[in-house]
């Protein structure tokens, strides 16, 4: 095994990405343009369909990482956690791609999305082959050698996963038009759009394993915790990072997104909370309407302290993931990197 984390990137990241190729190229009779669309929104090639490495494109892999380490922290082989691996990664790109179509984003990792160049509907049927591709990749764990049983549990934990993510995007969308969101709302919202994911790519590696029922729970719980901490920096990063290097501008404030940073403001400035929280006509509208409005907005947040309150609140998720991996009671070399994984998410500048 690599004796760094870095190390154990260098190592898997390729195989992992090895995989997800060969799962998107893997139909019969699968037409050219359909193929690059998949390829170009993963980071593997460009909108002509030339093969090229985007790395900034691709994202950081950082799901399937946690899949692989958390089955060889529970003793199992991370070849047999392959498949998972790859569909975790899939199917977050499938959500990414739905999102920026529902979202009206056009940018992506620094790139046009799917739907700023080809349009909604085949961004549309791109997304739902990421989707089903990624339920193939999880149905090959047994050809790896995954016992029926615990191939079968994995794959019933996925597809709760992709009903919590949903239901979390489900909430998103609706709060767009509610003017009463509190913080409660919003953290009930976030469990599912984004902590799922992450709380599955961990418990998959345990159940891939064969781990017993606290580990299995243990490193769900550290996935749940390190996704919301997760989530709170990215709310952060979405009014104060730096475009160049997440790759998108003012996304939040341009479409009125109720992060927690917003609720908080909208509790405490009466101006910022009548201005930002009122239903919104249509996506299109919108986004025209909050161009110029941005920077006001923005200046309006500032005046509380919530960018403060947002960031403690991301240290506090951290913490409870670190008691939860210590719960969980693993002590080798794989849960060390695991370990350090986690720890690297705090902080973040993308």
């Known amino acids: 095994m690599p004796q760094t984390l870095a190390d154990y990137f260098k190592q898997w990241i390729p195989r992992v990405e090895s995989e997800m190729l060969r799962v998107i190229e893997s139909q019969p009779h699968q037409p050219a343009p359909f193929t690059t669309m998949l390829a170009y929104h993963l980071g593997f090639a460009n909108e002509d369909g030339v093969r090229e490495r985007a790395h900034a494109a691709s994202g950081k892999r950082i799901r399937p990482l946690l899949t692989l380490l958390a089955c060889e922290a529970c003793g199992g082989q991370a070849e047999h956690a392959l498949p998972a691996a790859a569909a975790v990664e899939l199917l977050h790109n499938f959500s990414l791609i739905h999102d920026d179509i529902e979202d009206r984003d056009e940018l992506r990792r620094g790139r046009p999305t799917l739907w700023a160049i080809w349009g909604d509907a085949q961004a549309i049927n791109a997304g739902d082959a990421m989707f089903a591709l990624a339920h193939l990749a999880m149905e090959e764990l047994t050809d790896r050698g995954v016992p029926a049983e615990r191939a079968l549990r994995a794959l019933r934990a996925f597809d709760a996963m992709c009903?919590?993510?949903?239901?979390?995007?489900?909430?998103?969308?609706?709060?767009?038009?509610?003017?009463?969101?509190?913080?409660?709302?919003?953290?009930?919202?976030?469990?599912?759009?984004?902590?799922?994911?992450?709380?599955?790519?961990?418990?998959?590696?345990?159940?891939?394993?064969?781990?017993?029922?606290?580990?299995?729970?243990?490193?769900?719980?550290?996935?749940?915790?390190?996704?919301?901490?997760?989530?709170?920096?990215?709310?952060?990063?979405?009014?104060?990072?730096?475009?160049?290097?997440?790759?998108?501008?003012?996304?939040?404030?341009?479409?009125?997104?109720?992060?927690?940073?917003?609720?908080?403001?909208?509790?405490r400035n009466s101006l910022f909370r009548s201005q930002y929280f009122r239903p919104q006509s249509s996506a299109r509208v919108r986004s025209e309407l909050m161009v110029s409005e941005v920077n006001f907005l923005r200046g309006l947040i500032e005046q509380t302290d919530a960018r403060p309150f947002t960031e403690a609140a991301a240290e506090t998720a951290y913490a409870r993931a670190m008691e939860a991996f210590d719960d969980a009671g693993l002590n080798n070399a794989a849960s060390g990197m695991l370990h350090d994984l986690g720890h690297s998410l705090l902080g973040r500048s993308s």
């Open 163 to 267: 009903v919590e993510l949903t239901i979390g995007q489900h909430l998103d969308l609706g709060f767009e038009n509610q003017v009463n969101v509190s913080a409660e709302d919003y953290m009930q919202m976030i469990e599912g759009k984004t902590a799922a994911l992450v709380r599955a790519s961990c418990a998959l590696g345990g159940i891939i394993a064969g781990a017993s029922e606290k580990q299995i729970a243990a490193l769900g719980e550290f996935g749940l915790q390190i996704g919301l901490s997760f989530q709170l920096q990215d709310d952060v990063l979405g009014i104060w990072g730096d475009p160049s290097v997440t790759g998108k501008a003012d996304s939040d404030l341009k479409h009125h997104k109720k992060t927690l940073p917003a609720i908080y403001a909208a509790e």
